[in-house]
């Protein structure tokens, strides 16, 4: 069974997927179209953090921030 929990920055699995993450995104993206986020603007205000388990397996992490109606255009 999948569980959902919010949360999970202090967990190393959660460290270790974020940062390369964050690698592959530096790596492959230009900077104007990269959207990835570290863990410092994960955890300000406004933004949810979810983490997908399977038992202690991470299987997967999404953000979500509610933006500016001008920005979502």
Same mark, same amino acid.
């Given at each position: *069974?999948?569980?959902?929990?919010?949360?999970?920055?202090?967990?190393?699995?959660?460290?270790?997927?974020?940062?390369?993450?964050?690698?592959?995104?530096? /790596?492959? $993206?230009?900077?104007?179209?990269?959207?990835? *986020?570290?863990?410092?603007?994960?955890?300000?205000? /406004?933004?949810?953090?979810? $983490?997908?388990?399977?038992?202690?397996?991470?299987?997967? *992490?999404?953000?979500?921030?509610?933006?500016?109606?001008? *920005?979502?255009?």
């Amino acid at each position: *069974m999948i569980a959902i929990r919010e949360g999970g920055f202090d967990h190393p699995a959660v460290r270790a997927l974020l940062r390369l993450h964050l690698e592959q995104a530096e /790596g492959s $993206t230009p900077p104007e179209n990269r959207h990835a *986020m570290d863990a410092s603007l994960l955890r300000a205000a /406004g933004v949810q953090f979810f $983490t997908a388990w399977e038992g202690e397996q991470l299987l997967g *992490m999404a953000a979500l921030k509610q933006v500016e109606p001008a *920005m979502a255009s």
